[in-house]
């Protein structure tokens, strides 16, 4: 599975964005999808993750929780996460992920990694 995120950009906060994450290859409906986060001088983060299960249960971090929503079209071979309500300390490095298994992945967990997209929330 290869993956290419994009929708990173300049915000102020309290503003929005969509970050996309297009995937290749066939096996992308059975693979639990991610977004991580790496801030400067900061260890990377999980963010969200989607099931690969019909249905798509989700799961957040609990500093986004009530701000971001993820979700995926399997159709698309696409994986999307708004970003709602953006604060200073959302900025970092998003990266999308795909893992075998359901649940909040480590990054030791994930299987495949994509490049990232950077977010910048200005005060």
């Known amino acids: 599975v290869q993956l290419q995120a994009s929708g990173g950009g300049l915000v102020q906060a309290g503003g929005s964005l969509r970050l996309s994450c297009a995937a290749s290859g066939r096996t992308f409906n059975f693979y639990a999808m991610d977004w991580f986060r790496q801030a400067p001088g900061k260890e990377r983060e999980f963010v969200a993750a989607?099931?690969?299960?019909?249905?798509?249960?989700?799961y957040y971090a609990d500093s986004v929780k009530g701000r971001f929503t993820i979700s995926r079209d399997n159709a698309k071979n696409t994986v999307y996460l708004q970003m709602n309500s953006l604060k200073p300390e959302d900025t970092a490095v998003y990266y999308c992920?795909?893992?075998?298994?359901?649940?909040?992945?480590?990054?030791?967990?994930?299987?495949?990694w994509g490049q990232g997209t950077e977010v910048t929330v200005s005060s």
């Open positions: 992920a795909a893992t075998r298994l359901d649940g909040v992945p480590t990054v030791k967990g994930i299987n495949y």
């Open positions: 989607i099931s690969w299960r019909s249905g798509g249960v989700t």
